[in-house]
C-alpha cells in the first residue's frame, strides 16, 4: 500500500474517526510516525480530559504497522501486549512520536532468522503541548519469520 493512501485510511478508521486520532507524519520508510489527538467534547472523560482509551487506542497500532512495512512479507508481526500508565491529566493536543532505531531492527532480523518468535518490546510517551508526558505506553510485539 502506498505511504498516502495508508495514512489516508488510517485517518478514516472509524475507531480513530471517532476519537478524533490523526496521523500527522508517516515517514517514507515507515521509521517514524506521529500521532496527535484535540480534546474534544466527544473524546472527553467526565472531568474534561481526554478519555483513556483515547490515549490507548492512539498508541495501538504503529509499532506494528511500522514493522510489517518494515520487515516485509517474510514476517508474521503482531501487537501481543500493551500497557498504560496514566501520567496526568490529557488536556489540549496530545501527541505519540513513534520511532525505530536501525539496531532495533537489525535485533528482529537477528532474533527471528532461525525462525524462532521474538517478542520486541517498544515504549511511546504521550505528551501535551508542552511536552509533559500524559502517559507512558509499553508495548509488546509477536514477531516471527515466515517459514519457506
Known amino acids: 500500500m502506498k505511504l498516502k493512501m495508508l495514512k489516508f485510511g488510517i485517518n478514516l478508521y472509524p475507531p480513530f474517526l471517532g476519537a478524533g486520532i490523526r496521523v500527522k507524519h508517516i515517514a517514507p520508510d515507515y521509521r517514524e510516525v506521529i500521532v496527535s489527538m ?3 467534547w466527544y473524546n472527553r472523560n467526565y472531568v ?6 483515547s490515549l490507548a487506542a492512539m498508541t495501538d497500532p504503529f509499532y506494528m504497522l511500522m514493522l510489517i512495512h518494515i520487515l516485509g512479507k517474510e514476517y508474521t508481526v503482531w501487537d501481543k501486549t500493551s500497557t498504560i500508565d496514566y501520567i496526568a491529566p490529557g488536556r489540549g493536543t ?4 513513534f ?3 536501525d539496531d532495533q531492527i537489525a535485533e528482529i532480523k537477528n532474533k527471528t532468522a532461525s525462525g524462532d518468535p521474538y517478542y520486541p518490546e517498544f515504549s511511546v510517551d504521550i505528551v501535551n503541548e508542552s511536552g509533559e508526558i500524559v502517559s507512558a505506553v509499553k508495548k509488546r510485539l509477536y514477531v516471527r519469520k515466515k517459514q519457506s
Open 38 to 40: 484535540k480534546l474534544r
Open 48 to 53: 474534561g480530559t481526554h478519555f483513556g482509551g
Open 94 to 97: 496530545v501527541t505519540a512520536h
Open 99 to 101: 520511532t525505530l532505531e
